[in-house]
Every structure is written in C-alpha cells, then in structure tokens.
C-alpha cells in the first residue's frame, strides 16, 4: 500500500490510498465507505460503522475517517479546517453532471463553510483520451454540452473545474492528481480492465 496525502490543512489528514489488491482489503485503519450508486445523495455522519448506500458523505466530528472507492470515477475530498468540516465525493460521470459537487459545496456552506476557504483534493481519474462515450449528446446533460469532443470524448475534468470556480473555491487552493486511471497500469480502471478492485480516497478531521 501506498499513501499519497493531500495538504488540506494543518487539522486535515487526506489523500490517497494505492493498493494492489482492493482498498476494503487493505486498509489499515476503520473507515466510513459508501455502498455507491452514481447519485447526488449526501449523508452527514456523526461516527463510523456500517457501509450506507450515497455517493457523498460530510462530517464535523473529529476522527471520522471518510472513504471514496473508485477506479476511473473522480474522487474529491473537501475541508474548512476553520469551521470544521470535510467532505468526501464519489463523482462518477452521472453524479458529475448531476452537480454532486456543487451540492456538497453547498451543504458544507450550510453547515458553516466558507466557499473560498475550502481546500480540495482531486484523485486519479479517468482522463479525457479515455472518456469516450456512446452517445454524449444523449448521455450527457445540455448544459455540459461545451465539453462534448468530436471525437464523442468529454472532458470531465473541465466540467468539475468549472463547477468548482463557479462554486467559489479558489483555483489556487485544490490540489489535483491529473493522473488517467486506464492509461496508468499502477492504477485500478474498470475502463481498462473491467475489475471489480477500488483504491481509496480518504479524509479525516484531527482537531
């Protein structure tokens, strides 16, 4: 196992967790994991215990470790240390263009967040050479039509960029591993490799 940390904060520990055989197996601590459906569903959890079925969890309790499985999907992890809450995202194509994101953002600011305080982790993903669609036209919601190639490949980097300006967290302040997940062996990709393995991305308040 390898840990890759994101520097969300100095009462933050995040990053991400590079596995050979599959994240729920190698862990070495517990953790809150997600049973995922590619939905907007958001869960505030108050303390670790069984997997719940959301694609976004938010928390203000220190220690509780939150868990995104992934293997091409994009996975975000959110703080403000200031006020005390982070967040974690499972952001596959549905959920992306279903602005689960900004709904995170959003539910963080309700619970005393500040937008341009956040601090944002982005993992390996499935870049825009590899995401090539059916019918994106169809497939993908209007109003992210802009980010359709020709070449029926769309851009969800761009999309989640976007949102995440528009949302109002700094450029300066999200850290992002642009790394593709099916042209990089050294990750998991259902794309590539039609696996059920999952690296992790993870974050936990300390203080």
Request: glycine share 8%.
């Amino acid at each position: 196992m390898r840990f890759l940390p994101f520097s969300l904060g100095a009462g933050v520990e995040a990053g991400v967790l590079q596995v050979e055989r599959d994240v729920l197996e190698e862990l070495p601590f517990q953790v809150q994991w997600l049973n995922q459906v590619h939905g907007t569903e958001i869960l505030e959890i108050e303390s670790m215990g069984p997997a719940l079925t959301a694609d976004a969890m938010v928390t203000r309790v220190p220690g509780v470790r939150l868990l995104i499985k992934t293997a091409d999907c994009i996975p975000v992890v959110l703080a403000d240390e200031e006020a005390g809450v982070v967040a974690a995202v499972h952001a596959g194509w549905r959920g992306l263009t279903a602005d689960i994101v900004p709904l995170v953002v959003a539910r963080m600011v309700e619970l005393g967040a500040v937008a341009e305080r956040l601090t944002v982790g982005i993992g390996p993903s499935l870049g825009v050479e590899c995401s090539e669609f059916s019918d994106p036209r169809v497939e993908i919601p209007a109003k992210y039509h802009w980010a359709i190639r020709a070449d029926k490949h769309v851009d969800l980097w761009a999309i989640l960029e976007r949102q995440l300006r528009e949302a109002g967290v700094s450029e300066g302040r999200v850290e992002w591993m642009r790394v593709c997940t099916c042209c990089s062996p050294e990750w998991f990709s259902w794309r590539r490799d039609h696996d059920a393995r999952r690296f992790g991305t993870w974050i936990e308040l300390t203080r």
